[in-house]
């Protein structure tokens, strides 16, 4: 079959939606993304001052000193500790609880993105020591760079934050006027 060769009314029709699904499942990703880029400092920096209160500080110490297959282990038992969690909340959807199940799902994945974003400031020197997970890393990092770069540039990214400034400086406005600024 001729790659080059023009493609048929058919073939055509089914590209429409086949690119359309496309662009939806890259704009999904893309938020997943902006929001574990949005989370992940703000709530390991949370954590690290939750352990910090809770006297943990001899439990970081001993993760970071974790063997790289250790830290590897360690880094994924959230993920698959969550599990059941979001499972359960499929089924709260599943029987009509949309919004108890809607609920448990956003605050596992807070949870999640909050230990894992702990986890992994403590063991990213071990677990980079592991030369498969440092390449993987490594293009990971490359690939959602670009895809934040392309999301940001996008036009509904820059609408976004022009709303975002008009709406900041009016409520500074609204604050200053009350005398609350």
């Known amino acids: 079959m001729n790659p080059n060769a023009p493609l048929g009314p058919k073939r055509r029709a089914l590209l429409v939606p086949l690119r359309l699904l496309e662009h939806l499942v890259g704009w ?7 929001f574990e880029e949005w989370g992940w ?4 920096a949370a954590l690290a001052r939750l352990g910090a209160w809770l006297h943990l500080r001899r439990l970081e110490d001993v993760i970071r000193r974790l063997s790289p297959w250790a830290a590897l282990a360690l880094f994924v038992l959230p993920t698959m500790a969550l599990l059941p969690v979001k499972l359960g909340a499929l089924w709260l959807i599943g029987h009509g609880q949309v919004l108890a199940g809607g609920a448990v799902i956003v605050g596992a994945k807070l949870v999640g993105t909050a230990v ?5 400031t403590l063991t990213q020197p071990s677990l980079m020591r592991l030369a498969w997970f440092a390449a993987l890393y490594g293009r990971w990092t490359a690939w959602k ?7 940001r540039a996008s036009w509904p990214w820059r609408a976004a934050r022009v709303l975002k400034r008009r709406v900041r400086r009016r409520w500074q406005a609204w604050r200053r006027a009350w005398g609350r600024g």
């Open 28 to 34: 999904l990703l893309a938020l997943l993304i902006l």
């Open 116 to 120: 894992v974003a702990r986890l992994f």
């Open 41 to 44: 400092e703000p709530l390991q």
């Open 145 to 151: 760079t670009a895809l934040l770069t392309q999301v």
